[in-house]
T-cell receptor
Framework: DAGVIQSPRHEVTEMGQEVTLRCKPI?????LFWYRQTMMRGLELLIY????????DSGMPEDRFSAKMPNASFSTLKIQPSEPRDSAVYFC???????????FGSGTQLSVL | DQQVKQNSPSLSVQEGRISILNCDYTNSMFDYFLWYKKYPAEGPTFLIS?????DKNEDGRFTVFLNKSAKHLSLHIVPSQPGDSAVYFC????????????FGEGTQLTVNP
């Protein structure tokens, strides 16, 4: 298995532009998580899905952020419009069951100029 | 509100010596704790975990200690090796009530040859 796959690896965009981050979880995993890593706050949970259904989106910073999981093998995190303070590394992770560990993707380094 | 805190952003240790990484938490409902290791340009990977019914868990060179009364856990690496140089994240969750895994800010460990 290739693991959790995220794209793009790097994204540089200008303030105000729409950004879409993509994630393919490990096949057979039924929970998917989006995290954001910053120096000040470490890894923050933005949102997670169980069986494609959003369960907890309390970590989503504001309405500019949205996430979807149209099927078990694909999820997107969208920022519209993007702002410089959104610059961070965004990680997607998946898990097979409640008591099992998370597997992370390699992350998307987002820079908003 | 940072429920999991790693107060040391960095730690430098000589090869062969012990590395001790510390983590404090505030939520008394947390009952399962994990450490993840992250190399540059990669996603975090699971290292070791401990349930609140135990106060110590050992896996090779890695040992995690849990002090529930102090709401404190630590990761000991002995002997430390240059390949251990990475960012270490402490994480906690309520094992039975939810999927949410709360991470600390991370500690950059550097093991010098």
């Amino acid at each position: 298995d290739a693991g959790v796959i995220q794209s793009p690896r790097h994204e540089v965009t200008e303030m105000g532009q729409e950004v879409t981050l993509r994630c393919k979880p490990i096949s057979g995993h039924n929970s998917l998580f989006w995290y954001r890593q910053t120096m000040m706050r470490g890894l923050e949970l933005l949102i997670y899905f169980n069986n494609n259904v959003p369960i907890d989106d309390s970590g989503m910073p504001e309405d500019r952020f949205s996430a979807k999981m149209p099927n078990a093998s694909f999820s997107t995190l969208k920022i519209q419009p993007s702002e410089p303070r959104d610059s961070a590394v965004y990680f997607c992770a998946s898990r097979r069951a409640l008591r099992e560990k998370l597997f992370f993707g390699s992350g998307t380094q987002l820079s908003v100029l | 509100d940072q429920q999991v805190k790693q107060n040391s952003p960095s730690l430098s240790v000589q090869e062969g010596r012990i590395s001790i990484l510390n983590c404090d938490y505030t939520n008394s409902m947390f009952d399962y704790f994990l450490w993840y290791k992250k190399y540059p340009a990669e996603g975090p990977t699971f290292l070791i975990s401990i349930s609140s019914i135990k106060d110590k868990n050992e896996d090779g060179r890695f040992t995690v200690f849990l002090n529930k009364s102090a709401k404190h856990l630590s990761l000991h690496i002995v002997p430390s090796q240059p390949g251990d140089s990475a960012v270490y994240f402490c994480a906690a969750k309520e094992e039975t009530s939810g999927s949410r895994l709360t991470f600390g800010e991370g500690t950059q460990l550097t093991v010098n040859p």
